[in-house]
């Protein structure tokens, strides 16, 4: 009965949706981290309010500046030296192909964009207003290629009425924790394997 509960309580976490969602709007930025069921807003942060002020502490007049010691003068006049490019170009292309395998792995779950085009003469504004579809019909198959889309609404609207044009955004974007604890350990072994192909080469051995 016990492995039955563990193995219940690692499906569920390994498909626990993690991601966060992003909107903007008149009010500004709105961040909020998705775990599972759960949101919180990471930002904007909120104010607490101090009923107090602190206090400042009154500094002495005669501050002496603490001495560098030998050992900080070497440490300073020591420059960091660089490593081999032929070594790091291999784990570049481990991350390369990490972030390419991520970005397949993400799912949009909601994907909103409103467009509302502001203009007083409507010749500019259909032309304006053609153009910004233009530019939508363009966007949407890379995205489509990019993520899966669950549910989106794209909309492009007019307003002769308005002095600016103004837009709705809205993105929630989640992986699940299995999926990421998968990407960790593929990358993870192909990183650790040219680490130690690396390591092998500086000591004189064959490269594998």
């Known amino acids: 009965m016990g492995w039955l509960i563990a193995f219940v309580v690692i499906f569920l976490l390994a498909i626990l949706p993690l991601g966060a969602m992003v909107k903007y709007n008149a009010d500004g930025v709105l961040v909020k981290i998705i775990a ?73 779950n909601r994907l909103e964009l409103k467009l509302i085009m502001a203009g007083d003469d409507p010749c500019d504004l259909a032309v304006n207003y053609g153009r910004a579809w233009a530019a939508v019909g363009n966007l949407i198959p890379l995205l489509d290629r990019a993520f899966v889309i669950k549910k989106r609404d794209i909309e492009v609207e007019c307003d002769f009425t308005a002095t600016k044009t103004l837009i709705i955004a809205r993105l929630d974007i989640t992986i699940t924790l299995g999926r990421i604890i998968a990407l960790a350990v593929v990358y993870g072994i192909r990183a650790l394997r040219e680490y130690l192909k690396i390591m092998n080469t500086r000591k004189g051995g064959a490269v594998k």
């Open 36 to 108: 599972g069921p759960v949101r919180f807003t990471v930002f904007p942060m909120k104010k607490e309010k101090k009923d107090k002020k602190p206090k400042q502490e009154k500094k002495s007049k005669k501050e002496e500046k603490p001495k560098e010691t030998a050992d900080e003068k070497t440490s300073q006049e020591k420059k960091e030296k660089g490593g081999s490019l032929l070594d790091f170009l291999p784990l570049v292309q481990v991350a390369l192909d990490l972030l390419g395998d991520f970005r397949r792995k993400l799912r949009l």
